[in-house]
């Protein structure tokens, strides 16, 4: 479709009329209209009335490659004249999703060699949901069902998904299914107090041990997490954590799934943060940077336990997707495995641009409304705050964050705010001076942000 830039009005109206869009105030949006993005290449989005901003986000923490990745586009031309779909169900597959399940058993952790194929990351995490209680029940343990989450942990808007996640306003939305528990994350800017890393690290984790003694073992299926949680608001979680809460998954026979729907394809300087951080998950979500959000697909990578118990005496196993193992998305997945390896942006992320984020953020710390900066790999976040006595927290949670995000957009960048957390998630291809801009940008909206408030 052509773009006529001169009428971003028109769309404004039209969309505003009729699309009722996601996570969106829809009275808000009648009023406002959204901002009408019309192309994007490189680092830059450009929207309808002739703004170019620099997207620190990779779309929803999802574009690693960046935008206008000619290979990609290529690899899904050339797919679509081949084969644009066939189904998967029948006794069938396609060459592209044959190569995929391959490859991703191997960069995947050891372990993980089987893969099943969804859309979205909600939907893998359905199917998690429905074979890990399938697995149970083929154990012999037909009661352990429940599965334990975190607050702030995100695992998609499905019903399920989000009745496993534990974000309360969506719980509050018609997504509060049983046999779901959630426990408090390793918050450390929350909660950490007085206590040493260690002791943090050790406490966090033996909440999940209360928690399933509270519900008994015998009715707990597995806990997700995880490894860094993104939409929660980068919680990164203290050195040792997952090694507790692993010992704790053998002690009690749960299972335990790494949700890398963010953490995955490079984005921790590793090709998975269970890589990076010593995890070895029964199962492991995969989305957004498995096909760099070129078109959706999403995976869940199946643990050799789990697998042999299905693949031994599960019988038909009654799940799929019509679009399960799509094979044009199968074929862009796998030219953007192809192009992260040529352009070498793990290991970028892990000796160059990830170092390089962390001391420019660290460079933050001394701002007035700033109470901590973190990062890992390309993740970073910036707690807003009142006062840093304390620190004090801004009682109207929610409004600096925005203010300081509005003010970024309005000076050419794309950030998000989570509650007072400022958040970047940027694409692996991002440059050092990339980097230094973003930055430059994120110290303007601080400022601009702090004088709105009156805090000098
Ligand atoms: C985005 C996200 C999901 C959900 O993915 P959708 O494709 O939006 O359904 C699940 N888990 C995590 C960690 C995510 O960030």
Redesign the pocket.
Same mark, same amino acid.
């Given at each position: 479709m052509k773009i006529d830039n001169s009428t971003s009005s028109t769309w404004q109206q039209m969309d505003a009329a009729h699309h009722l869009a996601p996570f969106t105030d829809y009275a808000e949006i009648r009023e406002h209209g959204a901002r009408v993005i019309t192309h994007a290449d490189g680092h830059y989005i450009y929207d309808g009335d002739g703004n170019m901003i620099l997207d620190a986000m990779a779309g929803?923490?999802c574009v690693n490659v960046g935008y206008g990745q000619q290979s990609l586009v290529d690899a899904a031309t050339e797919q679509m004249r081949i084969l644009p779909y066939y189904n998967n169900f029948f006794k069938t597959t396609n060459q592209p999703v044959a190569a995929l399940s391959q490859r991703l058993a191997e960069i995947t952790p050891d372990g993980l060699n089987n893969v099943f194929y969804a859309n979205?990351?909600? $939907?893998a995490?359905d199917t998690i949901i429905r074979m890990v209680r399938h697995f149970w029940a083929l154990e012999g343990k037909p009661a352990k069902r429940k599965i334990i989450g975190r607050t702030y942990g995100?695992?998609?808007?499905t019903v399920m998904?989000a009745s496993m996640g534990g974000m309360v306003d969506m719980h509050r939305q018609a997504a509060d299914q049983p046999d779901f528990e959630h426990i408090r994350p390793p918050y450390a800017f929350l909660y950490q107090g007085n206590s040493d890393e260690a002791e943090f690290a050790a406490h966090s984790a033996s909440l999940l041990e209360d928690k399933i003694v509270e519900v008994g073992a015998d009715n707990v299926a597995a806990f997700i997490a $995880?490894p860094i949680q993104?939409?929660g608001g980068v919680i990164i979680p203290p050195a040792g954590y997952f090694d507790h809460i692993q010992a704790i998954c053998k002690r009690h026979d749960i299972l335990f799934i790494a949700?890398e729907?963010?953490t995955g394809f490079g984005r921790t300087g590793h090709w998975f943060a269970s890589q990076a951080m010593g995890l070895a998950p029964d199962m492991m979500?995969l989305?957004?940077g498995l096909t760099s959000g070129y078109v959706p697909m999403?995976a869940v990578m199946v643990g050799d336990r789990v697998a042999q118990r299905l693949i031994a005496d599960g019988g038909e196993f009654y799940h799929g997707f019509t679009y399960s193992g799509h094979p044009v998305a199968s074929a862009v997945a796998l030219a953007n495995l192809d192009l992260i390896e040529e352009l070498g942006l793990v290991t970028r992320v892990r000796d160059e641009t990830g170092p390089y984020l962390a001391s420019a953020l660290a460079r933050l710390a001394d701002h007035p409304i700033v109470g901590e900066v973190r990062s890992y790999g390309m993740l970073g976040a910036i707690e807003l705050v009142k006062s840093k006595d304390g620190p004090t927290l801004f009682e109207d949670v929610g409004k600096a964050g925005a203010l300081c995000r509005d003010h970024a957009i309005a000076h050419g960048m794309m950030m998000r705010a989570v509650r007072d957390g400022m958040i970047m998630s940027p694409p692996l291809t991002f440059t050092t001076q990339d980097i230094d801009k973003m930055v430059d940008i994120v110290t303007l909206a601080l400022d601009k942000t702090a004088a709105d408030l009156g805090i000098t």
């Open positions: 929803l923490w979205s990351g909600s $939907e995490n995100y695992h998609g808007s998904a $995880e993104g939409a949700d729907v963010i979500t989305a957004k999403s």
